[in-house]
């Protein structure tokens, strides 16, 4: 079982880095935002691997870091997600955004991933909302707000103050950061105007 590579990239393929190590070339396939942060050829790079052995073949998948190759095994939990459809996720969005898009219940923005139709993206917010929190990684510092905003149970001035930043052209996701950050500042009494003026506030730095 290969766990990681470290050697010199070789060539980036239109899915694959061919990595060379020690004179050994292994092909991992990645999604297209590894891709594009691994450097050019003649470059040191660092694959985190999983390993898929089938009867027929031997693949080799690789990860910036280990918790995107965490959420890759997690999303293909998910009835109807494989290897390559959790890639397609993955090329589209970070792990600190797909935690926050399952916490939010926001199946919109993983159906942007190619491949990905609006039931798959339903399935994968609703069989991992309850797992998102643990493989939150940068997003978990605000992961429970938007998980109560997901669910409806926000309070009230919160959820007003997050629909009305949404309603200025901000993400769900960035509206919502911003007012944790003023109810942070602001302390849980605080009503929807002081959230959305402090929210607006940290969305203008």
């Known amino acids: 079982m290969i766990g990681k590579l470290k050697g010199t990239i070789e060539e980036i393929g ?40 089938r009867e027929d073949q031997l693949r080799l998948f690789g990860f910036l870091s280990a918790l995107e190759r965490e959420w890759f095994n997690l ?18 969005l970070s792990p600190s955004e797909l935690a926050n898009a399952i916490a939010l219940q926001d199946g919109k923005s ?17 069989e991992l909302k309850n797992k998102a929190p643990a493989f939150a990684g940068d997003a978990a510092i605000h992961i429970g707000l938007k998980q109560e905003l997901g669910e409806g149970v926000a309070s009230a001035p919160v959820a007003d103050a997050v629909s009305a930043l949404a309603n200025l052209g901000y993400s769900r996701d960035q509206a919502a950061n911003a007012v944790a950050a003023a109810l942070k500042n602001a302390g849980e009494g605080a009503d929807s105007a002081r959230l ?8 203008s730095r």
């Open 14 to 53: 239109e899915d694959h880095a061919l990595i060379d190590v020690h004179g050994v070339c292994y092909v991992a396939y990645c999604s297209s935002r590894t891709l594009s942060k691994l450097g050019g050829a003649g470059e040191a790079a660092v694959l985190f691997i999983e390993t898929y052995v």
């Open 75 to 92: 999303l293909q939990s998910v009835q109807g997600v494989g290897a390559k459809v959790a890639l397609a996720v993955l090329s589209t």
């Open 110 to 126: 993983i159906s942007r991933a190619p491949g990905v139709g609006p039931k798959v993206a339903t399935r994968i917010v609703t």
């Open 196 to 203: 959305i003026r402090l929210g607006l506030k940290e969305l």
